[in-house]
Structure formats: structure tokens, C-alpha cells
């Protein structure tokens, strides 16, 4: 037996439209493919990578993530956490590419079984790709000898998940693309078909269901950065604990899991929205910046990131703006030179901040940037 998603109110079908009017608005920016696109693309790829390997205890940071896909070594980031990220990579990769699939696509077991060992392949001893054998618990926060929840047996696995398998591709078709992803992630993750790595594959699956359902690429729809906050992740760990209880119980309601997903993926399509009008204006300032001292446009690929804070790697540059290494070379030492960059580090491990030139920019886009809204605490 599945959860089953709960009657909407009037605030929910609110949300859900502020949502949907942020998304298609999204939609219509990315038509214009801006040459900025991929580096936004990528940042949030790695920000969505970042968040559910931090949910899971890896830590690591947005530039070493970026670094690892444009097939760089990352500066900070271990081995045990690599093998982590490169898994979600992967896994990411392949719902980029399943987002758009052929109007006969179909959820089945080899999919899903697929798609966990890309994202747990590391792991031979536990299975991956491969419904458990055993008993499965989720621990609790507080005391790791308590189970917070049992799975069900995994006897049970195997009917549970063509039941699961059904209702992907048949059930709650009417309803909203954000409902259903949320009851796929809930469901899932209470089913704990695998041994290890539910909680990545139910969040996986979940924006697999957005993007194909709602049409905005993977990386627009995973809720998986916001989720991997501190303060969010506790509250994430938190609700998934009261729906159904220790053992599971469907017949509970599932509305505060509803509202949950709901305001995650509000204050994600803010964020993405946000991200999208910042990277617009920051190019165009610095374009008009750059121009004035008579350097080439393309140098803005490599301002881009700075601007944000993120470590500038000579190679990535050259990749996003589709350089030979003796041209981004001197790129690079011209915007040193100028006061654009500033260098740290030696070698393979040599990367870009921001220089004082970049301050007045930085400064003038941040000082028009409004907080993000709660969609269920409207202003009075």
C-alpha cells in the first residue's frame, strides 16, 4: 500500500501557481539561450550535488564539484567524498538526459535499478542496482542505536516497488507535477527498496518526475541545494520521520509533507529565478566593463563565476569559452594583471578570486537584491 497524496486547499493551489508562473517565466528565459547558460547550468548542477551529499554527512564545496565536472581535480575535496559526488554526477547526468526522453518512456525496475548503481556502484558490498536482502532501519538523530523508521520487509520489496513501478507511470496523472513528485520521493523513501542510498535515489527520482512532467531541465527542478541546508535538512529528516511514523503507515495523511515540498520547491524556483536575473545583469555590466579597457568579451567567462564568489580555474575558462591554452593563458594574466583577478595557489592547484576591479560591480548588483518570501507566511 502507497501514500497517497493529500486533497489541496486553497493555499496549496496558491503556491502552486506562484510556482508555476516563476517556472514558466524560467522556461522562457532559457529559450533565449543566453552564452552564459552553461556556467549557470553547471553551478546549479553542482549546488544540487552539494545538497544531497551534504544530507548524507559528504561534504564539499560547490567549486570542487564544479571542478570534478569540467574533469578537473578538486582542491579540497577527499577521496571518500569524490567517489560520493561522482556518483551523484552520474546520476544527475543520466536525468538530464532521461528529462527529455521519447514520449514512450516508461518507468520500470531495470530504470530505477540502473539508475542506484550510478549513484551507489561504488559500493559493491551493499547491493547497488539490487533490491535488499535484509532488514533496513533509518537511525535516529539522536541516538544512532534507536531506529527512528523500519522499512518494510524485504520480502515485501518486490510487490511493494511494482505497485510503486504503476503508479509512476499511471497513477495521479491529474495531478500537479510538484504533488507527484513529492508522493514519488515519499513513497520511495519509505518503501527503502536498496540497502544504502534511498534517501539520494527518492530525491533523484523525485526531480526526474519534475523535469520530464513540468518540461524545465533537471537542474532548475531538483529541490535538493535547499533541502541540504542545515536548518532545512533538520526539517526535512524531521517530517519524514512523522509521516507514517516508526513502521509506516500509509493511511496517514500527507499533507504536512505536501506543504513541506511545496515551500522547498517555491523557495528553489526563487532561488533559481534570482540566480538567473543576477548572472543577466552581472554579464551585461561587466561586458560594458570590460570592453571600456578594451578587452575582448569572452574575458567575462571568466569574471562570471568570481562575481559570485566562486575559485576561477584557468582550464574551466578555457573550456567555457572554447579557448587554445596559450590564449586563455594570456587572458588570464591580462585580467591579473589589470586588477580583474587575483591568484592563489601554484600549479594544478592555482585558481582565481575576485580582484578590486570587480568590488564596484559586485556591489552595485547586490545592493537591488530583495530576501526571499515563505509562500505559506504572507505579508500583512
Known amino acids: 500500500m502507497l501514500y497517497a497524496a493529500p486533497p489541496l486547499d486553497g493555499d496549496d493551489l496558491r503556491v502552486l501557481d506562484e510556482i508555476e508562473a516563476m517556472r514558466r517565466a524560467l522556461r522562457h528565459l532559457l529559450r533565449a539561450t543566453p552564452r552564459w547558460t552553461r556556467q549557470l547550468r553547471r553551478n546549479l548542477t553542482a549546488r544540487a550535488i552539494v545538497g544531497s551529499n551534504t544530507i548524507e554527512g559528504y561534504a564539499a564545496t560547490v567549486d570542487d564539484v564544479e571542478a570534478l565536472m569540467s574533469g578537473e581535480e578538486p582542491l579540497e575535496t577527499g577521496k571518500r567524498t569524490r567517489a560520493e559526488l561522482e556518483g551523484c554526477r552520474r546520476g544527475m547526468t543520466y536525468i538530464q538526459a532521461l528529462a527529455d526522453a521519447d514520449d514512450d518512456f516508461r518507468y520500470d525496475a531495470g530504470l530505477l535499478n540502473g539508475l542506484h548503481f550510478m549513484l551507489q556502484g561504488h559500493h559493491l558490498d551493499k547491493r547497488p542496482g539490487r533490491w535488499r536482502d535484509g532488514p533496513a532501519y533509518v537511525t535516529s538523530p539522536d541516538d544512532p542505536l534507536v531506529p527512528a523508521y523500519t522499512a518494510p520487509d524485504h520480502g515485501d520489496v518486490p510487490a511493494l516497488m511494482r505497485e510503486f513501478i504503476e503508479w509512476l507511470n499511471e497513477g495521479d496523472l491529474d495531478a500537479p507535477v510538484h504533488v507527484r513528485a513529492s508522493m ?46 542545515g536548518r532545512n535538512t533538520h526539517a526535512y529528516y524531521q517530517i519524514l520521520e512523522e509521516m507514517g511514523g516508526p513502521h509506516g503507515s500509509p493511511e496517514r495523511g500527507t499533507r504536512p509533507w505536501i506543504r513541506f515540498c511545496l515551500t522547498a520547491h517555491h523557495r528553489q524556483a526563487q532561488q533559481a529565478q534570482r540566480r538567473f536575473d543576477v548572472m543577466s545583469r552581472a554579464w551585461t555590466h561587466l561586458v560594458e566593463a570590460v570592453e571600456e579597457t578594451g578587452l575582448d568579451e569572452r574575458v567575462v567567462h571568466a569574471l562570471l563565476p568570481v562575481f559570485s564568489d566562486a575559485k576561477v580555474r584557468r582550464t574551466v575558462y578555457q573550456q567555457d ?55 505559506y507566511r504572507r505579508p500583512r
Open 184 to 229: 514519488a520521493h515519499l513513497n520511495l523513501v519509505k518503501i527503502h527498496p536498496w540497502k544504502d542510498g534511498n534517501g539520494r535515489m527518492s530525491r533523484a527520482l523525485s526531480t526526474l518526475v519534475f523535469s520530464r512532467e513540468a518540461l524545465i531541465p533537471p537542474e532548475f527542478s531538483s529541490i535538493e541545494e535547499w533541502l541540504g541546508r
Open 321 to 375: 569559452a572554447d579557448l587554445s591554452d596559450q590564449q586563455a593563458i594570456r587572458d588570464i594574466r591580462e585580467l591579473v594583471s589589470r586588477g580583474w583577478l587575483v591568484p592563489h595557489g601554484k600549479a594544478r592547484a592555482r585558481y582565481y578570486a575576485p580582484g578590486p576591479l570587480m568590488d564596484p560591480v559586485r556591489e552595485e548588483i547586490r545592493q537591488s537584491l530583495e530576501p526571499y518570501t515563505d509562500p
